[in-house]
């Protein structure tokens, strides 16, 4: 099958979004991390008294969810690990392979794993065969952070790739040519939310027209556009 058909397929999927979290907790890597939704939610459910969350945002590994994927009857869209960073350096290899074991031994779901730590995923992901269902992202908020999508090249056989440019929040134009195909693009969501500009989201698209990047995004500010989110949890 061609990937375009199975990216169209991923995308169009009608199966319900569920998070998986067998990691929780992180540590701020970059811009886009200030104001972090995984922070302030983690953060939430220490003061309500959630067991997960008693360390708030502590990077924690827990092992029984390594099996809740088991349990689902009928194909989900999975968001692995939106409270965290699966690449984080706080998790052995052996946890996130375990992770990754789990991925594969239940193909029938669509995955998403997203990272800020590009190098750990390209190095973990080195020896994993091809998965259909498995979409590769990075998050690119702005130029300064467009090195994170060169990580991308080496696994697009493999996987579904995708940058994430959310919240953009500077202008972006030297994503690299090869390697990604999709572009995600969203302005800053919640009460701190950082401006940005309509050109940057005119520019970005019109890179991805021209470079033969799928681009599903928000030209504009959230402000003006509310209701008419992506497909992107
Ligand atoms: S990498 Fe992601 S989860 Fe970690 S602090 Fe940054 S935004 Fe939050």
């Not at 998070?19 to 929780?24: G, L, S, Y």
């Not at 890179?207 to 030209?219: A, F, K, S, V």
């Amino acid at each position: 099958m061609l990937k375009q058909t199975y990216i169209h397929q991923i995308l169009t999927s009608t199966a319900k979004w569920t998070p998986w979290n067998p990691t929780t907790g992180c540590t701020k890597v970059s811009d886009a991390c200030r104001y972090c939704y995984a922070e302030t939610t983690s953060l939430f459910l220490m003061r309500r008294g959630i067991p997960t969350y008693s360390n708030g945002f502590l990077p924690i590994f827990h092992d029984a969810r390594l099996l809740d994927i088991a349990s689902y009857r009928h194909p989900r869209r999975i968001f692995v690990d939106a409270m965290s960073d699966l690449f984080h350096d706080h998790f052995s290899e052996t946890q996130i392979n375990a992770v990754l074991d789990a991925i594969y031994e239940h193909p029938q779901h669509i995955y998403f794993i997203l990272t800020k730590r590009p190098e750990r995923m390209h190095f973990i992901l080195a020896d994993r065969p091809q998965h259909r269902n498995l979409c590769v992202g990075v998050t690119v908020e702005s130029d300064e952070y467009a090195w994170r999508a060169e990580y991308l090249h080496s696994v697009q056989e493999r996987f579904v790739t995708f940058v994430n440019c959310e919240p953009l929040l500077g202008p972006i134009s030297t994503l690299p040519r090869d390697g990604i195909d999709i572009c995600f693009a969203a302005p800053e969501a919640g009460p701190h939310r950082r401006p940005s500009a309509p050109e940057w989201f005119t520019t970005l698209e019109h890179y991805c027209d021209t470079n033969n990047i799928l681009y599903i995004g928000h030209r504009f500010d959230i402000r003006s556009d509310a209701g008419k989110r992506p497909i992107w949890p």
